[in-house]
């Protein structure tokens, strides 16, 4: 039997650097894009960053109040 990790392994990387390159590009406007449609799509990109930047904030906030618990769990534990 063949030891086929590595092989796997560049798969793998190769798909993860794949998908990622094509969730992060943005077409350059051309010649037959017209810039109505640019617009569209440059909305479209902005939409999806203020929707992920508005979950990190959700997230920022989770996380602070799980630390608070833990702190008021801890601290009532010890005293």
Known sequence: MRDRTEELGKAA???D???EERVLMIKPMTARTS???WKMENETFLEKVREIL???E???MKVSE???KQKMVLGGSIA
């Open 13 to 15: 990387q190769s798909s």
């Open 17 to 19: 650097d794949d998908e």
């Open 35 to 37: 810039v109505k449609e």
């Open 54 to 56: 508005e979950g990190m």
């Open 58 to 60: 959700s997230l920022k």
């Open 66 to 68: 799980l630390e608070n």
